[in-house]
T-cell receptor, first 110, second 120 residues
């Protein structure tokens, strides 16, 4: 079982806003930065958010990240059909001394 | 521009050893702020950390794989590798190599992945 918990799926219509949650504990999300990855089926994951709130060059500001306590959230606004993908959160776990991922959330743009 | 490229046999027999290599170009392996990692993804499932190493040779392994996985590097060849012993069908997965950033712990570059199938 993944150390971080994400909802298996979310959906919304084009143009709408969607949030994806990532729940952890004091040994991971509560203590470390969170990253988010987008994975289109058949391709490698792509970094979307790092250091909990930062976007790499080229990632539109429709994507944003935040954290509160032991939970993190990815928000996507102005949904586009091209946003359909699997989304993963990741961080380091101080107890396990290894990186950990969430189980992934499939985003469907209706 | 950093590029990572995995290679290795596509098919491995049960109980044998899986060996994969990641060729690194466009950035030094000996970096104080990065580590080099392997992540896998079984068909239809999520991402799983396998292990990683830094420029000092320190290694980190997922508890479930620690006894079977080894990550090591050959800086002269600009590559790092993964061996996974005693494989079973449960080890069938897409294997990715990636570069991680210390303290922030995110992967800023990924290889395209290599599919390893365990089957007799």
């Amino acid at each position: 079982q993944p150390v971080l918990t994400q909802p298996p799926s979310v959906s919304a219509a084009p143009g709408q806003r969607v949030t994806i949650s990532c729940s952890g504990s004091t040994s991971n999300i509560g203590a470390k930065y969170v990253s988010w990855y987008q994975q289109v089926p058949g391709t490698a994951p792509k970094l979307l958010i790092y250091d909990t709130t930062e976007r790499p060059s080229g990632i539109p500001d429709r994507f944003s990240g935040s954290k509160s306590g032991t939970s993190a959230t990815l928000v996507i606004t102005g949904l586009q059909t091209g946003d359909e993908a699997d989304y993963y959160c990741g961080t380091w776990d101080n107890s396990l001394n290894i990186g950990v991922f969430g189980g992934g959330t499939k985003l469907t743009v209706l | 521009q950093l590029q990572l490229q995995e290679s290795g046999p596509g098919l491995v027999k049960p109980s044998e050893t899986l060996s994969l290599t990641c060729a690194v170009s466009g950035a030094p392996l000996r970096s104080e702020i990065h580590y080099w990692a392997w992540v896998r993804q079984p068909p239809g499932k999520g991402l799983e950390w396998i292990g990683a190493l830094n420029y000092r040779g320190n290694t980190y392994y997922a508890p479930s794989l620690r006894r079977r996985a080894t990550v090591f590097t050959d800086t002269s060849k600009m590559e790092f590798s993964l061996t996974l012993t005693s494989v079973t069908a449960a080890d069938t997965a897409m294997y990715y190599c990636a570069r991680g950033r210390f303290l922030s712990d995110y992967f800023d570059s990924w290889g395209q992945g290599v599919l390893a199938t365990v089957s007799s």
